[in-house]
């Protein structure tokens, strides 16, 4: 299963300048309890966008591409695309999780199985934006099922879970399979 998880303020904004462009503890606490144990698979400048004592995110192996030869990411496996990521992180785990960004989301959405986002609600100028989901995907859940959370930050925010539609084949690894 490779899923992906992000969180997006209206207009899918997940960045700006390498810093998310909102504090919402209780979709971090999400994404941790989420991404546990698996390995995580992320862009350079994702990781680079860690404060220095989580790098690297504890609890998963972690996945870094760039195509920069001599990057280093102590504690991380560094590979240089998406495939080699991939191949990777399921030889670890049959569960991986792409983390970021923005790029990495694109490239990966036509190989994933399943989306967790957390919707905030909440304008927010920034950089980077999370790709738009298509018809081959549907909801499955969200928490709540109607209205929002409101955060101790005072945010409003909501969770939700998407599959793809069994019926739309899906490319894995560069090929198409049923």
Not at 29 to 51: C, D, N, Q
Not at 55 to 83: K, M, Q, W, Y
């Amino acid at each position: 299963m490779i899923g992906m998880i992000w969180a997006q303020a209206r207009g899918g904004v997940i960045g700006d300048a390498g810093d998310m462009p909102w504090s919402l503890p209780e979709d971090m606490a999400r994404f941790k309890a989420i991404t546990m144990g698996h390995p995580v698979v992320m862009g350079r400048r994702t990781w680079k966008s860690f404060p220095p004592r989580y790098r690297p995110l504890p609890g998963r192996e972690n996945i870094v591409i760039t195509s920069s030869d001599d990057f280093v990411a102590p504690g991380a496996r560094v590979v240089p695309n998406l495939d080699e990521a991939l191949a990777t992180a399921l030889a670890i785990d049959d569960e991986v999780w792409i983390v970021g960004g923005g790029r990495v989301y694109r490239d990966a959405m036509a190989r994933a199985d399943r989306l967790e986002i957390t919707d905030i609600e909440l304008d927010a100028t920034g950089d980077t934006t999370a790709p738009v989901p298509d018809a081959s995907w549907r909801v499955v859940m969200r928490d709540p099922a109607e209205g929002w959370h409101a955060s101790r930050t005072g945010l409003r925010f909501a969770y939700r879970t998407l599959e793809r539609r069994a019926e739309r084949p899906r490319e894995r690894h560069g090929s198409l399979v049923e």
